[in-house]
């Protein structure tokens, strides 16, 4: 069973940071691209930020420039470091990873349980 826990939200002013972290946990034997997702009230889950298993990034064009994604694969566990938050950034912040476990042996892409993210004055 394998489980990914995030951790780091809250409630943050205009211009802001906060640091998000998503650390899997269970029988995995390798892990390849990580990826943070956000949901707003109303809005379909939109793409943040991916990272790759090389280390490679890719970002959505509204956080461009101001967040940034990393990971420890020793760890297990991908990063989201969020600066210059504005109130559109407001959402529930979900990460996902492409993981092999031991048993069955295969590939299949795991969610976090979401994280709140407010940026209010």
């Known amino acids: 069973q394998v489980q990914l826990v995030e951790s780091g939200g809250g409630l943050v002013q205009p211009g802001g940071s906060l640091r998000l972290s998503c650390a899997a946990s269970?029988?995995?034997?390798?892990?390849?691209?990580m990826n943070w997702y956000r949901q707003a009230p109303g809005s379909s889950r939109e793409l943040v930020a991916t990272?790759?298993?090389?280390?490679?990034?890719d970002y959505g064009d509204s956080v461009k420039g101001r967040f940034t994604i990393s990971r420890d694969d020793a760890k297990n566990t991908v990063y989201l470091q969020m600066n210059s938050l504005k109130p559109e950034d407001t959402a529930v912040y979900y990460c996902?990873?492409?993981?092999?476990?031991?048993?069955?042996?295969?590939?299949?892409?795991?969610w976090g349980q979401g994280t709140q993210v407010t940026v209010s004055s």
């Open positions: 996902k990873m492409r993981l092999r476990t031991y048993l069955p042996g295969r590939w299949d892409d795991y």
């Open positions: 269970g029988s995995i034997s390798s892990t390849n691209t």
């Open positions: 990272i790759t298993s090389g280390g490679s990034t």
